[in-house]
């Protein structure tokens, strides 16, 4: 049975639908003002996976992504660049996608823009107002009731006592409490706005993940995933604004993937020590950078470096390697097979993709010694859960980024045609060189049967 660390109680627990045969998960997604760094790019990756892995057990699964596309951010970034907001977005979500496509990442079944779910905010609102949690400040703001709500704190494990104001914004003189979160900005002098009960505004930031959430997905679902940082406050007023308008448990399974890190700090574009994925994708192949995110556990810090990513190039290579001389009839998975076994008990036990990636090394050692079609075939087969090894591996082995100075395809298979002439002519010394050229080069000749191939080091 499939385990999930469920953030909620700190815990592994049995994963139980509840709705048998049915999963809805819900991922909090991007905030689009700018490109998508590499912390992104393990959000989208990790739950990219376990979507996969869910409909590979026979689950039907419903994932929701969403985008953010108002806030503060957003609109100071638009002003500062002297275009609309929707021009902003629009140009920063169909980066993402292409980001998400490079990366391998699936669509998710619905991608919800907040935007386009004002009413539904407003909606819940005037739900937790008519609850006494929602209160008008003086200053036009309506704000979420903190010490109203039974159990705050659940999630993120504070206490009331424990928690300060002004973690992420300055305290607010017109709150009731300090605790207290805003859930409808009143509209200031050049921004935004939609017309509302309480005056004219735009929605604060946690209440739109509710509203789309439980709109798409109904006010109880399965799994709620997001990034570490995420915890507290975003999702822990998530479950208060949504279980004090609904009044039932909110979600079952919360799902939280560990910060990228570089220098031992946690990557953020706050701290200015990011890289975006465009900029990791000029040195290194998409396959590589999903491969180095899916070698750490979900859970786990991931150490960026180029030390790493190059580790992950060279490992990944010897997968297309094993897999290079060998046919594969199908990519069917034998689930009775020893292999199999392994993988899905390491993918059952809260998405252990370190130990499936070691799987199929054994898998790739066991193919370099039999040759075996039926073995490729696994490999391939288990390989595409996690979205690797689906491209032809000579396709791979050649592939490089544009880096000054490194060899083109074109003139790999210039030189490899003038050391075919040099041999032809008997001209060894020549061969030699050239072959010891390609090999500084970072190229590794393989003389066979067919010919010659070739491959980077």
């Known amino acids: ?104 990442v699936e669509k998710p079944d619905h991608e919800p823009r907040a935007t386009e779910y004002v009413p539904q905010m407003l909606g819940l609102i005037g739900q937790l107002e008519q609850n006494g949690l929602a209160y008008k400040a003086a200053d036009g703001d309506v704000n ?31 709150k009731q409490d300090p605790l207290d979160f805003v859930l409808w900005k009143h509209a200031k002098e050049g921004e935004p706005f939609w017309a509302s009960p309480w005056g004219n505004g735009r929605p604060g930031w946690h209440i739109e993940c509710s ?58 574009k706050s701290l200015g020590n990011f890289f975006t994925i465009r900029e990791v994708l000029k040195k290194y192949d998409p396959e590589v950078v999903r491969f180095f995110i899916l070698r750490a556990h979900y859970r786990s810090p ?72 039926g073995v490729a075939a696994q490999l391939r087969g288990l390989a595409a859960l996690l979205g690797l090894l689906q491209r032809d591996p000579q396709i791979f082995l050649q592939a490089a980024p544009a880096i000054e100075g490194e060899l083109t395809v074109e003139r790999i298979e210039a030189l490899i045609a003038d050391r075919v002439a040099a041999k032809k002519g008997k001209d060894y010394a020549e061969s030699d060189r050239i072959r010891a050229q390609l090999l500084t080069a970072g190229v590794v000749l393989e003389d066979g049967a067919q010919g010659t191939s070739w491959r980077r080091a």
């Open 144 to 174: 979420f009731s903190v010490r109203k709500f039974p159990g705050y704190g659940k999630l993120s494990g504070k206490s009331l006592d424990d928690l300060r104001a002004g973690e992420r914004v300055e305290v607010d003189t017109a």
């Open 302 to 373: 991931l150490n960026y470096s180029d030390v790493h990513l190059d580790d992950a190039r060279h490992a990944l290579a010897r997968l297309y390697t094993a897999l290079k001389s060998v046919m594969a009839d199908t990519q069917a998975v034998d689930w009775s097979e020893a292999h199999a076994v392994r993988f899905r008990r390491a993918m059952d036990d809260d998405f252990n993709t370190p130990e499936a990636c070691a799987v199929l090394f054994d898998l790739a050692a066991e193919l370099n010694r039999s040759k075996s079609p």
């Open 1 to 104: 049975m499939l385990k999930i660390y469920n953030s909620l109680a700190r815990e592994k627990q049995d994963f139980v639908p509840l709705e048998p045969g049915k999963v809805r998960m819900y991922v909090c997604g991007m905030t689009v003002y700018d490109y998508c760094h590499l912390g992104h790019a393990r959000v989208l990756v990790v739950f990219d996976v376990v979507q996969r892995w869910l409909r590979a057990s026979g689950l039907a699964v419903t994932y929701v992504r969403n985008i953010t596309d108002i806030d503060d951010k957003i609109i100071k970034r638009a002003l500062e660049n002297n275009e609309t907001i929707g021009e902003l977005t629009n140009r920063f979500i169909h980066s993402m996608d292409q980001d998400a496509a490079a990366l391998g």
């Open 211 to 268: 509203a789309m959430s439980s709109d798409l997905l109904g006010k109880h679902f399965d799994i709620h995933g997001g990034g570490q940082d995420l915890q507290f406050p975003h999702h822990e007023n998530e479950i208060a604004q949504s279980e004090g308008a609904h009044n039932c448990s909110f979600v079952n399974y919360w799902m939280h993937n560990g910060f990228v890190r570089v220098d031992d700090e946690k990557m953020s």
